[in-house]
């Protein structure tokens, strides 16, 4: 929204002062009559711009030879047209797109994840490995380091640690932050004993800040271990697909716990319920407040509890003594039995459904053809009933904004022929200026495939600036060819002036507007990455709609014209008739 009401201000305050200043100034600045050429000699700014006049002349002298072979070989002209347009449009699935590209913030992160029960000591040798094999990096600024992180809200755990690499700035390096993390993942892959993931950290993740997967997908269902086996083979078929890496499930398995199974039979024959086993078990091992102790006005609560060799073992557990109401004591170990297992630390729902996420990061390829190739390898996979999956993250935002804005380009493109339609007083010449616009769209895709972006949401911004710009070209051929033919010129005679006066202020908008968006293109600096895609749109575009336009607008004034008479000639004979049955009768 900014964006757009910069330009539009922008052009209003400069239509303002081409309408008011420049007259003026020209009135004051410019000379009148005939001017003299001077003949410049020997290497100075004058006899560039002489050199550049001649060009321009010379490159003015063949389009017009272009234009009447245009003019009189119609057919040709339109087919190639249409073949270039069709496989221009068709770059659209080799450009690829994604939600936005990928900025070079300069930071990544390393987790590392080891068995349950590893203790700090074990923790810190694994992390000292990585933190060495992370020194190595010259392009390093900063590291922070986190071994066994406590449990807390946002589910870290004791056994996971964390490395925080900062990154120098980006014109202080010769190397990427993707190339550097790549480096990174295969040092730590020869690593035992430790899961370890290595993600670089993005603020333009579908999800929120941090290192959000790009490829982010759900699967719904009741039963979390079917839950879990799911998300285990979807896990195994991304990791297949070219381009993936890191792919992890949010399924943790947990602690490991200890769970106490009554027998009831057992249990019912003493008299003893497991609310009796479960206060036992609590104050043997977690204590139970016995007194609070006074001394100098402070309160001190004085906790009872059994020593600690009962929780050095499950069997020692066994023994722990359970009062029955007939005055027996009897061991926990002959009521009930103690089973090990896992539990998840954490249980997902969206909507009250349980749900279980897949995600992966991207390296070398673009968001929707990784995303085509993995909906295509799920469509064999059979799903239980009650199960469903879909993606999610920069996918759906990726969706949704793509469809926004080609909803805008639609109305921009209906708007600017309204516009020129009130501003012709005619429904076919502008029908004539809009055909510069395909050519605009097919020469973006051009310059996004010969730049190696895909499509993204800056892109799309810049098509839609785009459909704006490129139709000034046509407005001012097209104005000039009907103020020619207003004067009774012929058709061709109108059409080659036309050219021969209007060719230098085309190519001067086009020029001035392409060199001004060159420094964006190249996408340099903090941020670049992001206005990049932008620029090469609207470089691309207006570079072939310029070249097309100045020969293809010609022949369909042409083709319209002619229709435009035909229809006339025919309207003017039937009401001809007419008049003549009346004039019979």
Partial sequence: ?????????????????????????????????????????????????????????????????????????????????????VASFSLMGVVGAEFFPKEDEGSFTVSIELPYGTSLEESDKIVSEIEKIIEKIPEKETITTTIGSQLNLMGGASNTSSIMVE???????????????????KEVENIAGARITVTETSSMGGGGMGSAAAIQLEIKGDDIELLKTIGEDFQEIIKSIPGTV????????????????????????????AYNLANVLSASIDGLKATTYKVDGDEIDVNLMLSDHVKESVENMKQILIPSPTGQMVPIGQIAEIEYGNSPSQIFRNNQVRTVQVSSQLVGRDLRSVTEDIQNRLETYSMPSGYTYNFTGQQQDMEEAFKSLGLALILSIALIYMILASQFESLIHPLTVMFSVPFALSGGLLGLFLTGRALSVPALIGFIILAGIVVNNAIVLVDYINQLRAKEYEMEEAIITATRHRFRPIMMTT????????????????????????????????????????AFIPVMYVIFDNFVQKIKSKWGKRKHRKFETKESL
Wanted: net charge positive.
């Fill in 1 to 85: 929204k900014e964006l757009s009401f910069t330009v539009a201000f922008s052009l209003l305050a400069s239509l303002i002062v081409s309408l008011t200043v420049v007259p003026m100034l020209a009135s004051k600045i410019l000379e009148t009559g005939e001017v003299k050429q001077r003949k410049r000699t020997g290497f100075s700014l004058g006899k560039m711009l002489d050199l550049f006049s001649a060009a321009i002349l010379g490159v003015s002298n063949l389009y017009q030879r272009i234009v009447r072979y245009t003019i009189h070989h119609r057919k040709i002209t339109i087919l190639g047209a249409v073949v270039l347009l």
């Fill in 167 to 185: 990154l120098k700035s980006v014109k202080d390096r010769s190397r990427t932050t993707e190339e550097i993390v790549s480096e990174v993942r």
């Fill in 246 to 273: 890191e792919v992890e499930t949010n399924m943790v398995e947990g602690d490991p716990e200890a769970r106490i199974k009554i027998d009831r039979k057992k249990a019912s024959f003493y008299g003893i319920t």
């Fill in 511 to 550: 020029l001035t507007t392409v060199l001004g968006l060159v420094p964006l293109s190249l996408g340099l600096g903090e941020g670049g990455a992001t206005q990049a895609p932008l620029a090469t749109v609207v470089i691309g575009g207006l570079l072939l709609s310029t070249v097309l336009t100045l």
